[in-house]
């Protein structure tokens, strides 16, 4: 959702993605997966509520397809935390 603040971005590499789906199940508000079984980020901007739910999708992503950064409160932008 555009415009939502958040305390991390979170991406996912389409190209290391195999669809297993681990992350869509441990953090279903932020992930989905598409017809062709590809996952999609519903919100790339993570509120510090859910923080937890999408490092522990990092560290069950069998593929190592999703990375976090942590934003920065000096505007400086995003510090990659999880890869």
């Not at 739910?53 to 990375?67: G, K, R």
């Amino acid at each position: 959702m555009e415009g939502e603040s958040g305390v991390a971005h979170v991406t996912i590499n389409g190209g290391k993605c195999q669809g297993h789906g681990r992350c869509a199940l441990i953090a279903p508000n932020l992930f989905d997966l598409d017809d062709a079984g590809q996952v999609l980020v519903l919100r790339d901007s993570v509120p510090g509520a859910d923080l937890l739910d999408v490092e522990e999708a990092i560290l069950s992503c069998p593929e190592q397809a999703i990375a976090l950064a942590r934003l920065t409160v000096s505007g400086a932008g995003p510090t990659p935390c999880f890869t």
